[in-house]
């Protein structure tokens, strides 16, 4: 696939105005609408390894990979055979299968948990995992971190009220104020502020949930140990500590964040959140963890939880054949490509005089447009935007598709190969220029 030079996005801006009529902000997801970056979005025809193609024929190097999921790249020949000859077979039957059988255990032999229910998105996953802490715990109140998404579960919409440990406010009109009631908002990486949530709070706390790794302000990858004080104060006062690896799950690393340190620092989380790369493309997700928590699902416990389309045989098809192509071999790729991405990053960057930092976990980066080290939602707020938006239309002109916002993880899979990465080395000194002025 070659790029004959950029195309005016005509097509694009048309279906972008067609889609404005039917569809709020002419997107199902709002990131993809360009809002923080402005311009227009780029309608994509088809994918293929490291390559998006627009509906105007312009082909660009994909740094978004489908926000995580594409590890493999896109349109992977052995995914696509596993997808369609599952589909051959029919699409969704609404009872038991084999690849969902097939998919658990793979998971279950992965990663810390013992028993795994399969849902459809992200959001699902973190929303039944707190569903289920609190039927298990019996108690109300969760506690996040500022800066955590956790997809738009009603009480996880919150952002913190002023000081230390308080409890939290609405980030959007339609979660009324009773929704997150029960939910504590505190910085991240601040073993002071946990401390104190849970001097204060502990008695009445069913969860805590954290991004295993923080990748959605950037990536912020946990002080060492904190994780691990995350396990443990949940431990002392009784409550669960739910890990979400709906994005670093599989990703990170083969074993996800957890891979990266509790496999080493001898703690598990009580539940997990799974998604993304897990689904290889389709509407996958999972929640998981302890037997003697999972066992107070439904329909083996009183908590009720359910889904007409969860372990649908495509999806966890593709999931299945996603993660057992994804080796060793494939996670050493991206962490190359990742290094060689970032040194560039910083040569360019330096020779602009553009004030960055790159921060990465496993296999993980992103760049945020400003010195220092963040570690915190706060630190990731003090970026340049403006600097963003001009480093990434130059990149996108010079085609290479980043992530519109700046604070985006920067994806990479193992189909990123020489050409792809070349190309994006060669955006970068104009991008960086542009970013600078
Ligand atoms: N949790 C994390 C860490 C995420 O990054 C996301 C999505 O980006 C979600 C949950 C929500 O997943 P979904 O978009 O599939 O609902």
Known sequence: MTSAGPVSPTGSADLFARAQRVTPGGVNSPVRAFNAVGGTPRFIRSARGAWLTDVDGNDYVDLICSWGPMLLGHAHPQVQEAVTEAVSRGTSYGTPTVPEVELAEEIVTRTPIEKVRFVSSGTE???????????????????????????????????????????AVTSTPGVPEAFVAETLVIPYNDPQALAAVFAEHGHKIAALITEAAPGNMG??????????????????????????????????SRQGQWGLDGAHEGWRPDLITFGKVMGGGFPAAAFGGRADVMSRLSPEGPVYQAGTLSGNPIATTAGLATLRLATDEVYDHITAAGETIKAAVTETFTAAGLPHRIQATGTMFS??????????????????LPAYTAFFHSMLDAGVYLPPSAYETWFLSGAHDDRAIQTVLDALPAAARAAAA
């Open 219 to 252: 990536v912020v990858p946990p002080l060492p140990g904190f994780n691990k004080l995350l396990a443990d104060t949940c431990r002392e006062h009784g409550a669960l500590f739910i890990s979400d690896e709906v994005m670093t799950g599989f990703r990170a």
């Open 367 to 384: 760049v945020f447009f400003r010195d220092g080290e963040v570690r915190n939602f706060d630190d990731a707020n003090a970026q340049s």
């Open 125 to 167: 996953a973190t929303m039944s995992a707190i569903r289920l802490a609190r039927g298990f715990t019996g108690r109300d109140t969760i506690v996040k971190f500022a800066g955590c998404y956790h997809g738009h579960v009603d009480s996880l919409l919150a952002q913190a009220g002023s000081g230390l440990a308080t409890h």
